[in-house]
């Protein structure tokens, strides 16, 4: 019903930035919360960021506050997360995910669409 396709992905020293994007199709854009998580190896899936259907909502992770950004683009379908001050703790798989009934939640049981991530790596 909904395909999401994550890019941006790569590898960078600590203190540089990469912007990632998930390009989506199906239902129509506008009509989806969307939310960004990552998951390290060995560790559990955890929430970085989240944006409401309009973009006037956005939830962020404390440990990411002040150095991601979340903001979405409804005309090109897509979502994009600025990720500025990478640190090593921040290496992981990105994944990008969808849900049509919940504003910008945290919690990944709540979003039902997700892309096939896109692997961050921060090196010190």
């Known amino acids: 019903q909904v395909q999401l396709v994550e890019s941006g992905g790569g590898s960078v020293q600590a203190g540089g930035s990469l912007r990632l994007s998930c390009a989506t199709s199906?239902?129509?854009?506008?009509?989806?919360?969307m939310g960004w998580f990552r998951q390290a190896p060995g560790k559990e899936r955890e929430f970085v960021a989240a944006?409401?259907?309009?973009?006037?909502?956005?939830n962020y992770a404390d440990s990411v506050k002040g150095r991601f950004t979340i903001s979405r683009d409804n005309a090109k379908n897509t979502v994009y997360l600025q990720m500025s001050s990478l640190k090593p703790a921040d290496t992981a798989v990105y994944y990008c995910?969808?849900?049509?009934?919940?504003?910008?939640?945290?919690?990944?049981?709540?979003?039902?669409?997700w892309g096939q991530g896109t692997q961050v790596i921060v090196s010190s």
């Open positions: 995910a969808a849900t049509g009934v919940l504003a910008a939640s945290p919690y990944a049981r709540n979003y039902a669409y």
């Open positions: 199906g239902r129509t854009f506008s009509g989806y919360n």
């Open positions: 944006i409401n259907r309009n973009g006037d909502i956005t």
